[in-house]
């Protein structure tokens, strides 16, 4: 969203425009943004409803196209990224997918992270490889290795940063500079910060895709996605939503809506809780490595400091012992939720070999440091002290 010279919002903070950005009040006066839980739109007249569909005038035609809370929920976004643009999808996937499909041709190269979401690497080496686009996966910090994989035809390189399980830091000016080298674009999943700890744009992205199920909605309760860039990129986003459909609906755009306007409070507690949480695990005796790029000893530390306004709410730590200390750990646990999904204000808990990367082979978890005694903790808002208790059950009973 371009601002104009008279916005009130010009200039704003982000947690400002977290609250007020993107909020049009009808006729009615509502005070908090509406749902408009309607398929389609009422022209005022046939001619008018020629111009709609012919592109003359911008009002709404049918919710594919245009809904007002999925709207608002756009430029909130939007705002927060610091992007002309952002657009709704149906899911986090749903975004990726789109942003393929309308910015990649078959014979086109991509370079992604190896240490992407699985369903990634799956949709790039499996779904767009049918298609005909080419993709090379790289472990995210061999920044040789990226060099060495782009080639005539790249144009995407695709990263997620920090990682998930072990919070690796990639540099994102570097990924910029070597992708508009080549012509291509950056694109960067922010979810595991969003917008309030990280802008890739800011920091030379060019797009960047969001699973809005995670920290956007922090409350676990919607699956939605969006994609942030420029108002050139996202019009072909726009078109491709509009003729294959994966579109956000307006309910899931209005709890996002809503989760944004808290979003920075809850990262700020977030990456607080996880802090404390990842200092006590490392003075645990029972436990052999702590990953969190807030530790000052992570090395991603320096990068992520200058990056990212703070350091989020996911930790991983390796418990002494196989995998039978680590399920140990995960079963005694009684406040925790075990399940892989993140970005939410109850902690959750899961044993990344056997269940988020459990389907790649022996050498490639060996390779990306996912070990049998490796536990991912996404911090939630609860008092630390009982997480801390919560974790301390597993240990006890395994120094007996
Ligand atoms: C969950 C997730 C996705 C996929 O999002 P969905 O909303 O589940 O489709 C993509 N990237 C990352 C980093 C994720 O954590």
Known sequence: MTQRDDDPLAGAGLQTLAVRAGQERTFEGEHSEPIFTTSSYVFPSAAEAAARFGGESPGNVYSRYTNPTVRTFEQRLAAMEGAEQAVGTASGMAAILSTAMALLKSGDHVVCSRNVFGTTTN????????????????????????????????????????????????DIGFLSALAHGA?????????????????????????????????????????????????????????????????????????????LETLQLRMEAHSRNALALAEWLQAQPQVEKVFYAGLPDHPGHTLAAAQQRDFGGVLSFRVRGGREAAWHCIDATRIMSVTANLGDAKTTIVHPATTTHGRLSDEERAAGGITENLIRVAVGLEDVEDLKKDLARGFASLAE
């Open 123 to 170: 949709l790039f080496g499996k779904y767009l490889a049918k298609f005909g686009v080419e993709v090379s996966f790289v472990p995210l910090l061999d920044q040789a290795g990226w060099r060495e994989a782009v080639q005539p035809n790249t144009r995407m390189l695709f990263a997620e940063t920090p990682s998930n399980p072990l919070c690796e830091v990639a």
């Open 183 to 259: 012509g291509a674009l950056l694109v960067i999943d922010n979810c595991f910060c969003s917008p309030a700890l990280q802008q890739p744009l800011s920091l030379g992205a060019d797009i960047v895709v969001h699973s809005a199920t995670k920290y956007l909605d922090g409350q676990g309760r919607c699956v939605g996605g969006a994609v942030a860039g420029s108002a050139e990129h996202m019009s072909e986003l726009v078109n491709f939503l509009r003729t294959c459909g994966p579109t956000m609906s307006a309910f899931n755009a209005w709890v996002f809506l809503k989760g």
